[in-house]
């Protein structure tokens, strides 16, 4: 189906986030429809291929299958006027969100000549980064979202949501196991008391962080470009720091990549320019100067140095996921 190559050309583009996050999207006009498809053919695919030297490919594909079953199921409980999803624009939810997209290509109840968009909610954070609220937007356009943002507490974010949308009675979520409060939960879970009433369905509660990353990387789905900086798990700007499991040493960083403004150093040719129009001809003096200066700039860069991180797909153990967040 050429149509649907198009589509998956221009949406699975990092560059085109990175570049230009803003501008409208070229497939911002295709259907919700043609979008499911282009997703459900790019991951049919991958279901189909061999990986005989890969086995975290393969245990992707396990997961993949195991998700793709609890969302089914979650259609089949409940219509698209009852089901929401929960999206903030981290990975967990994005793999989530194109999971879904691939389960209502071919779920039968699924009437897409109604409906222009999929129901979802953003719990904003306190203070949220700019790079997340511009992909949340970007992709919130690209998937076909109807995204209702609440900037407020989680328990009555969810309180005022439902008082909007009094037909949602289940919401798909992005939790994984080892994130707080994972560790008992199940596919399927009732809201704890004293909160507003819905079923909670994780269908990606079992998956590792390394299979998220396989997974997007694979499929080349384009994320937050926060994540190539160091961020393992995203929250607000106030709780949130890049992951200093993958700080690269210092020793490792070049001169050009440590972060200093060389505008505001001079080089010893300025030097020796300046020594030259003050008409001093002493080059001893000169030579002593020379050397100050070139070790101060080296003390310069050695403090000024900035902090640089390996991005978020080279960290393995699920256990570090959250080192970088208070």
């Not at 992951?243 to 200093?260: H, K, Q, T, Y």
Request: hydrophobic share 30%; glycine share 4%.
């Amino acid at each position: 189906m050429p149509q649907a190559e198009t589509l998956a050309e221009d949406l699975f583009d990092q560059s085109t986030l990175d570049e230009s996050p803003d501008e409208p999207s070229s497939t911002e006009d295709a259907s919700v429809k043609h979008l499911c498809a282009d997703i459900y053919a790019r991951i049919s695919a991958f279901l189909q291929d061999d990986f005989p030297d890969n086995e975290r490919l393969r245990d992707v594909q396990l997961q993949t299958r195991r998700s793709l079953k609890v969302i089914e199921e979650a259609l089949n409980r409940y219509t698209l006027d009852e089901l929401s999803l929960s999206y903030n624009g981290g990975k967990d939810c994005l793999v989530l969100l194109i999971l879904y997209l691939c389960a209502l290509h071919n779920h039968p109840h699924t009437n897409f000549a109604l409906r222009g968009s999929l129901q979802s909610v953003y719990i904003v954070p306190t203070h949220p980064f700019e790079e997340v609220d511009t992909f949340v937007r970007h992709t919130t356009s690209i998937y076909h979202l109807d995204l209702a943002r609440y900037p407020a507490p989680m328990r009555s974010a969810f309180e005022a949501y439902l008082r909007d949308r009094p037909l949602v009675k289940a919401v798909l979520v992005g939790t994984r196991r080892t994130d707080p409060h994972g560790a008992g939960l199940t596919h399927f879970d009732p809201t704890d008391g004293g909160w507003p009433e819905f079923m909670r369905v994780h269908p990606v509660i079992d998956w590792h962080y390394a299979e998220i990353w396989a997974f997007l990387l694979h499929l080349r789905i384009p994320y937050c470009p926060l994540y190539n900086a160091g961020y393992t798990s995203l929250g607000g700007t106030t709780d949130t720091h890049p992951n200093p499991a993958l700080r690269i040493p210092d020793s490792e960083l070049d001169d050009e990549d440590d972060g200093v403004d060389e505008g505001n150093v001079k080089k010893t040719s300025d030097v020796q320019k300046d020594t030259e129009d003050r008409g001093v001809e002493d080059k001893e003096e000169f030579k002593h100067r020379d050397g100050d200066r070139e070790e101060n700039e080296s003390k310069r860069k050695r403090t000024k140095r900035k902090a640089r991180y390996r991005p978020a797909y080279e960290l393995l153990d699920d256990l570090e996921e959250r080192l970088g967040r208070e």
